[in-house]
């Protein structure tokens, strides 16, 4: 007798099997009773079975309309229930929850007619008590394919263009839509822009070696800048004595506790020598415009002074702007990092130069605009920022520099990975 198929709402026949279905790489191969089928796709071969057990005899119309391709299906031979291919839509009791029907290859009218038929087949009842759970409506497509299909844009290239929102799905779809609704490039490289300005995400600049901003945000040591016990750095006081500034129990690593230790190999100018240490959980350093002053940061046991190695630490700069008219422009200089990291929308230059690497202020600042915490970064504050990750170090440095300019300028830092970690995680 002849094959009949239904696929994509149209009906098929064939005199001969194998047969496959027009359109599709799906073939159905008959084979000897107990009427067993196999159905071959993209590799797969899976079997369907019309009926099981004492049931065997009975008509085509117990094959499981929501037959699903899947290389594991064994039906029980002893058993009385109607079973095919795969479980996701076999005839329920009233008070199953409702099949999933995702990977079913028919359709909703098919299931309703194929239900229809063998309900009413059964003439003693024995199936009245049986349901077919029916598949879920299917979904609408998302609004923004809608509308590009109503004003004819191409709906893979408003993906293209906003690919790089795709992990929040509520700023993924806003940036189709408005691609959808003009069908103009422009519209959704803008506010791919805009977003990466308000919520920019950490980058590596251009020719790390190694970087790695999650694990550099994860498992980087941090250290604090709360307790200054010598503040002499290059002898400029407010203190005497040794000539650093001390950091006094500024972390505990592996049990030990350790104090950094800040000193210059060089002059060291500044303006106001009181501004030099700390202010809020930041440390500062207040340098004279048209100076340069190099930074070497130690860490050591708090007890014997000794050297204490560091398997991952960060160093982070901040607040890295200018006066009006480029006066105080300001420059950090470091060598041997591993890989600085800077965020989408860094308002500083980068500059390398062999190991060691040059970031340098761009736009003007003033005293409002400076963070208050290096765990509450805005967006401007994080795109004057800079995160300089180090490997098995006991001591790294920094080089300051200012350009001529009125009076001082501060250098605010922390042992903090703040713009590895990026601006949502340092809102949190």
Known sequence: ???????????????????????????????????????VTDGLDASVEMVCGQWRHLPFCYINPATTISPDNSPDPESNEICTIGSRATPVADDTP????????????????????????????????????????????????TKCEETGCSWIHSQQLCHSLQEDDTLYDDCLFDFCIECNDDAAIKFVEEEEDQHPKPTCVEGAEECDPDDVCENSVTMNTLSVSQNNLGGVGPDSGAEEIRYSNAAVVNGQKVDLVLTTDGTFQTGKPAKNGKSGAFGILNVKCGSSVTLNMRVVDSATGAPVTLNAVALTWYDLDEG?????????????????????????????????????????????????????????????????????????????????????????????????????????
Not at 345 to 369: A, I, M, P, Y
Request: charged share 20%; with cysteine.
């Open 1 to 39: 007798m002849p094959v009949y198929i239904r696929a994509n709402d149209k009906v098929y026949s064939s005199e001969e099997i194998p047969f496959t279905v027009p359109g599709t790489t799906i073939e159905f191969r008959a084979h000897k009773a107990p009427y067993l089928f196999h159905i």
């Open 98 to 145: 409702e099949t999933d029907w995702s990977d079913s290859l028919f359709s909703n009218a098919d299931h309703d007619q194929i239900c229809d038929f063998c309900l009413n087949y059964f003439q003693d009842g024995s199936a009245v008590n049986k349901k077919c759970a029916k598949p879920p409506p299917k979904p609408p497509a998302p609004p923004a394919k």
């Open 324 to 428: 009006k008219k480029q006066k105080g422009r300001a420059t950090v200089t470091s060598c041997g990092s591993t890989g600085a990291i800077l965020s989408q929308n860094t308002e500083l230059t980068h500059k390398r130069e062999g190991d060691c690497q040059s970031f340098t202020s761009s736009v003007t600042g003033t005293g409002k605009d400076n963070p208050k915490s290096p765990h509450q970064l805005d967006s401007i504050q994080i795109s004057r920022a800079v995160t300089l990750p180090f490997k098995g170090v006991s001591d790294f440095s920094s080089t300051l520099s200012l350009v001529q300019g009125y009076g001082s300028r501060n250098f605010m830092f922390s042992l903090e990975p703040s713009v590895a970690c990026g601006l949502k995680k340092s809102l949190e």
